[in-house]
C-alpha cells in the first residue's frame, strides 16, 4: 500500500503561483513514476505533470508546457508541482499520483485530491 498526502491547493488570482506538495509514504521502494492530475468540471481527468522515480523524465501537455514545473526528492518520497502564471482554467481538483509497475500510463495509487482555484 501507498499513502499520499497532498498540501498546497487554494484560492489565487490570475498570473499567481501554487506549489502543490505530495508525500508519499508506505511501500515507495516499489514507486517507478509520480505525477499530477486535474479534472475541471465538465472535463476528462487530465495528466499535467509526470516524473520517473529514476532516472528524472518528466512529462507535460502542451497545456501547461513552461509555467508547471514537477521535481521529486527521493529522500521524502515528495513529489512537488510548481504552477507559474496561473490561468482561470487550470481551475481544477488536482491529484498526485504513484505507479508501482513500468507499463506507461498506469497509475495505482492516488491521493485525495486538492481544490485550485484561479479566479479572474
Known amino acids: 500500500q501507498v499513502q499520499l498526502v497532498e498540501s498546497g491547493g487554494g484560492l489565487v488570482q490570475a498570473g499567481g503561483s501554487l506549489r502543490l506538495s505530495c508525500a508519499a509514504s508506505?511501500?515507495?521502494?516499489?514507486?517507478?513514476?509520480m505525477g499530477w492530475f486535474r479534472r475541471a468540471p465538465g472535463k476528462e481527468r487530465e495528466a499535467v505533470a509526470t516524473i520517473s522515480w529514476s532516472g528524472g523524465s518528466t512529462y507535460y501537455p502542451d497545456s501547461v508546457k513552461g509555467r508547471f514545473t514537477i521535481s521529486r526528492d527521493n529522500a521524502k518520497n515528495t513529489v512537488y508541482l510548481q504552477m507559474n502564471s496561473l490561468k482561470p482554467e487550470d481551475t481544477a481538483v488536482y491529484y498526485c499520483?504513484?505507479?508501482?509497475?513500468?507499463?506507461?500510463?498506469?497509475?495505482?495509487?492516488w491521493g485525495q485530491g486538492t481544490q485550485v482555484t484561479v479566479s479572474s
Open positions: 499520483a504513484v505507479s508501482i509497475g513500468p507499463t506507461i500510463g498506469k497509475y495505482d495509487y
Open positions: 508506505g511501500r515507495t521502494f516499489s514507486t517507478w513514476a
